[in-house]
């Protein structure tokens, strides 16, 4: 009894004893690649043309995005970048309202350019510019001129807001000992910034077809006390969108840990 007592114990600490070690655990870098939305295997050069922009006085949404876009592509995509003076779609737009009536047969009411808002300051004024990008005779003769690239434009919509509310802080105190202390508190406060929503449309330039249209929104809010630039709000919220419009046009990859236990 007192030799099978003495077994049943050995083994409960061998047990006990390879629970307390555990299994070793090991971290392995991975990439998961993201196939492209887009097929940009007929296309051997993009033209990121220009796009429909407004908002904020402060920046050229329109420059600003072009610029910005191809520089991306440059060193992000296996298309070459076309150089060429970005085109102002807002100074397009009447004459193509005008053809799209014809085209249709319809008075030039349906698409009275004198009513198209000559500057842009929300979602509804640009939203009225949504059918430049329906006018295939117009984009297969802009891609013509470039020997049928994929065709890059849409809207632009940077705006400055404001919101007031609730925000919560962390004061830091010390005590009669020196020691610290953090205690977050909340604070009504309003705070200013801007909201960024671009719309990307893909053209065909070989048909002035449509192939794909995504629209992106992002935002950014700052404490009364810190100034920040337009531009440089801009491309704080360009920063944060451009990954997805390049997984548009080209594969990706995400980079994450897996955890293995041996």
């Known amino acids: 009894m007192i030799a099978r007592a003495a077994a049943t114990l050995a083994s409960v600490v061998a047990v006990l004893a390879v629970a307390a070690c555990g299994p070793a655990i090991y971290e392995t870098p991975?990439?998961?690649?993201?196939?492209?939305?887009?097929?940009?295997?007929?296309?051997?050069?993009?033209?990121?043309?220009?796009?429909?922009?407004?908002?904020?006085?402060?920046?050229?949404?329109?420059?600003?995005?072009?610029?910005?876009?191809r520089s991306q592509l440059r060193t992000k995509s296996s298309l070459r970048v076309i150089e060429a003076d970005p085109v102002s779609l807002l100074d397009a737009a009447p004459a193509q309202a005008r053809a799209q009536a014809a085209a249709a047969g319809k008075p030039a009411v349906t698409l009275d350019p004198a009513a198209l808002p000559k500057q842009i300051r929300d979602e509804k004024d640009i939203e009225a510019y949504d059918y430049l990008f329906t006018s295939p005779d117009y984009w297969k003769q802009l891609g013509e001129e470039f020997q049928g690239p994929l065709i890059v434009t849409g809207t632009v919509l940077f705006t400055p807001y404001a919101r007031t509310g609730f925000v919560q802080r962390e004061n830091e105190s010390v005590d009669a000992y020196g020691r610290r202390s953090v205690e977050p508190t909340k604070t009504y406060m309003e705070r200013k910034g801007y909201i960024l929503r671009p719309k990307f449309v893909f053209i065909d330039g070989r048909t002035g077809a449509v192939m794909h249209s995504e629209i992106f929104r992002e935002e950014v809010l700052y404490n009364p006390n810190q100034e920040t630039p337009a531009l440089s709000s801009y491309f704080e919220l360009m920063d944060r969108l451009i990954p997805g419009f390049l997984g548009t046009l080209s594969s990706q990859k995400i980079r994450g840990m897996r955890v293995l236990l041996r």
């Open 30 to 69: 991975i990439e998961t690649p993201i196939k492209p939305k887009l097929d940009t295997s007929p296309f051997q050069r993009v033209l990121v043309v220009g796009f429909v922009a407004g908002g904020s006085e402060d920046v050229d949404a329109n420059l600003e995005t072009v610029r910005l876009l």
